[in-house]
């Protein structure tokens, strides 16, 4: 099997699938998918490990299907990590530039981000994101790099996100008794903003919103960095199980039905017309109307919807995302669904397939497999930086993966 330096790997963990990729980072810089893995996801809950045995398990197969498909043997990987217990805040940090030119250097940098991240939280909370939004020099704000720059003092605006110490661990063990290190944990948001976004909607602001099957995740971008995350525990999950108490089905065939026929606006829906779902334990089916189906979805979707809305007016962040919303994960795949959070947010929403990348994009090209996409984006970009920073040996590794976005 193949190995090598030039190999990126991205393991997603959802609620309902784990998704690998295995990505070669080509000389002109682009991206090409080689190898995807794709398993039911077993022993995860909403982002925690709820057994580790059959976690293991789970991201065992998809890596055994991506390394299949690429030839490549799966030694580290960048693995996300999401879920209602992820925290964020921003934060500032301020240092006196240290050089007796008084000219910024990446040491001086380090130090901000650092500074801006010695906040007091909670014991049992770890910090796995610094992301600088804009750099200060004296009174000048908004500078996105400002190496080689003069000044007496340099300030930072971070947006922090941290997760408890324990999950980390427990996805940790799980990836280590896989057989592979984990190279950064990402928060599955920041991977999805590679692999969806564009750097005008970044800039402009916009809101990034996954759909996931037992979280949806809102994240808000804005002159090109994240400034606000928030995660509900509502996902496709709770779709089906609405479909499956008021049509009286089982779990299963309602996610089938739901699929298949579902649409989050009853709006779209012509009125007779009838499709036929499965009651797989009773062994029948029964003729119901699309309409019925809608009548069930939509009431959800606008709950889901007015919830983000309301973090996001309570954040004061209307005015913020101009380039309006942009919709992943699986959830985002209902018919009706951009419609609805068009109408409850009043902003134009799209649909986030994954962009800029080669190869293997019939199979990745769907919001199903953004996170997956943008961990490997995300691993490409930190290992560009990672090697201009080694040639030139001027900062050491533990600082590498803070310099995010803005680079
Ligand atoms: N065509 C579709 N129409 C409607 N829903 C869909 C469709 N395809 C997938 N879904 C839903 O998408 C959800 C899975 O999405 P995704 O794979 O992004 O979630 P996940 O990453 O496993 O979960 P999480 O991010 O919450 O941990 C499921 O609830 C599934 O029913
Ligand atoms: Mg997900």
Known sequence: MAKGDNYIVGIDIGTSKIGVIVAKLLENGEIEIVGVGKSEAKGMRRGSVSNLKEAEASIKNSCLEAESMSGYSIEKAYVSVGGTHINSINSRGVVAISAKDKIVTHQDVARVLQNSSSITISGDQKIFHTIPQEYIIDDQDGISDPIGMHGQRLEANVHIIMAPVTTLQNVGTVIHNCGIEVEDFVFNLIADSYAVLTPEEMELGVALINIGHGTTGISVFEKGAICHSHIIPIGGELFTNDLSVLLKIGVMDAEIAKKKYGCA??????????????????KKSSVVSKMKIAEILEPRAVELFQLLYENIRDARLLKTINSGIVLTGGGSLLPGISEIAEKVFDHHARSGEP??????????????????????????KMSTKGNARSKKGTISKLFSKIFEIFE
Do not use: C, H
């Not at 293997?360 to 995300?378: H, K, R």
């Open 265 to 282: 606006l009853t709006n779209m829906v012509s009125e007779d017309e009838m499709v036929e779902i499965t009651n797989s334990s009773q």
């Open 355 to 380: 962009m800029g990348i080669s190869g293997l994009t019939t199979i990745v090209g769907t919001p199903l497999f953004s996170t997956a996409v943008g961990l490997v984006q995300y691993g490409a």
